[in-house]
T-cell receptor, first 116, second 112 residues
Framework: GAVVSQHPSWVICKSGTSVKIECRSL??????MFWYRQFPKQSLMLMAT?????????EQGVEKDKFLINHASLTLSTLTVTSAHPEDSSFYIC????????????FGPGTRLTVL | KNQVEQSPQSLIILEGKNCTLQ??????????LRWYKQDTGRGPVSLTI?????NTKSNGRYTATLDADTKQSSLHITASQLSDSASYIC???????????FGGGTRVLVKP
């Protein structure tokens, strides 16, 4: 149990375009979902926390207008990178929690974004 | 400031040998500590989770220890295998609030 999937697993896009990444909890309802970014050889950095049906809470330094997060249902959250630039190239990982607590989260397999 | 420091940053070990990874934290108030294994290009997978009252937890060849007094944890890998090559991340949960603090990870390379 507690499986989290992400789609796509990798994506290449041109600079200036927008990219949407989906995160799904397959066998449980996720009250809270988290989005992380990970640069090579670095650890995960929390970007935002989203609760179903409400606006996401973004970490300091993360542009909410650039990284649009939608948590429309208890099993799906999406991250849209708008007007992507090469510096947005990174590994994006989502996680989902049954409850409100961050310490019960299960991680997805990640999405590799490359912006040309 | 809540921090999680891991050492070493990386290590190379021969297949079949044991190794121990260290994690020191200053997160307070403490809730729990998890060790994750992250293969290259994949999301983290939980190995162990320990709360304040637990001082050891095993998962196959992985054994984690926790000393809540000194705020230290270790992850011991026994009889390493090539598939153990990965990054191992120590993550501490805070009792108050809803965030995790991630360590920088230790990159382990197991050579035949």
């Amino acid at each position: 149990g507690a499986v989290v999937s992400q789609h796509p697993s990798w994506v290449i896009c041109k600079s200036g375009t927008s990219v949407k990444i989906e995160c799904r909890s397959l066998d449980f309802q996720a009250t809270t979902m988290f989005w992380y970014r990970q640069f090579p050889k670095q650890s995960l950095m929390l970007m935002a926390t989203s609760n179903e049906g409400s606006k996401a809470t973004y970490e300091q330094g993360v542009e909410k207008d650039k990284f649009l997060i939608n948590h429309a249902s208890l099993t799906l959250s999406t991250l849209t990178v708008t007007s992507a630039h090469p510096e947005d190239s990174s590994f994006y990982i989502c996680s989902a929690s049954r409850g409100m607590r961050a310490d019960t989260q299960y991680f997805g397999p990640g999405t590799r974004l490359t912006v040309l | 400031k809540n921090q999680v420091e891991q050492s070493p940053q990386s290590l190379i070990i021969l297949e079949g040998k044991n190794c121990t990874l260290q994690c020191n934290y200053t997160v307070s108030p403490f809730s729990n500590l998890r060790w994750y294994k992250q293969d290259t290009g994949r999301g983290p997978v939980s190995l162990t989770i320990m709360t304040f009252s637990e001082n050891t937890k095993s998962n196959g060849r992985y054994t984690a220890t926790l000393d809540a007094d000194t705020k230290q944890s270790s992850l011991h890998i026994t009889a390493s295998q090539l598939s153990d090559s990965a990054s191992y991340i120590c993550v501490v949960g805070k009792a108050a609030g809803n965030k995790l603090t991630f360590g920088g990870g230790t990159r382990v390379l197991v050579k035949p």
